[in-house]
């Protein structure tokens, strides 16, 4: 493995929490606006029922492509500065972004899998294990920060 610092299990934390509020809103927003706005109560199931389909599409995306694009990872761990990658430190694979969200599954049970991040050598979860994938602290970028600095 690259050697790259492991984030650990209170940052992930956050950044789960954070990514929680985000695909939450998705649906709690429009919910509340649809209970103060007035719609007829005879439509409002059948709207919740479309955000909730939504939301869980939207979820699954979000978890499952987020970590292969660009950011390397979801917008909770944008924001908090890490990234996930491969066994080398690189961008991970589609089909490792998707076998990581697969094993969020198996993680979920008790949720053994995401503890286990707290006390293994490299701060792995067990989905990360299942993908061969580790969450890192992003380095910043010196060159790019060099070179905004000199423009500005």
């Known amino acids: 493995m690259n050697e790259q610092r492991p984030a ?35 439509l409002i199931p059948g709207i919740l029922g479309f955000l909730t389909l939504a939301l869980l599409i939207g979820t ?9 694009t660009s950011f390397q990872g ?22 490792q972004s998707w076998i990581r969200y697969l094993g969020y599954i198996v993680s979920s049970i008790f949720y053994i899998g995401y503890i286990m991040a707290a006390f293994t050598d490299r701060k792995r979860a067990l ?21 905004k600095r000199l423009q500005a």
């Open 127 to 147: 989905h990360d294990m299942m993908a061969d994938t580790y969450v890192v602290k992003a380095e910043p970028d010196l060159q790019a920060a060099s070179e």
């Open 60 to 68: 699954i995306l979000y978890f499952g492509m987020m970590p292969a």
């Open 74 to 95: 979801t917008l909770g761990k944008k924001m908090l500065g890490l990234k996930v990658v491969n066994d080398t430190g690189g961008k991970i694979s589609m089909g």
């Open 8 to 42: 650990g299990f209170w940052i992930r934390f956050a950044a789960a929490t954070i990514d929680g509020l985000i695909t939450n809103s998705v649906l709690i927003l429009p919910s509340i606006f649809l209970l103060v706005s007035g719609v007829r109560e005879g």
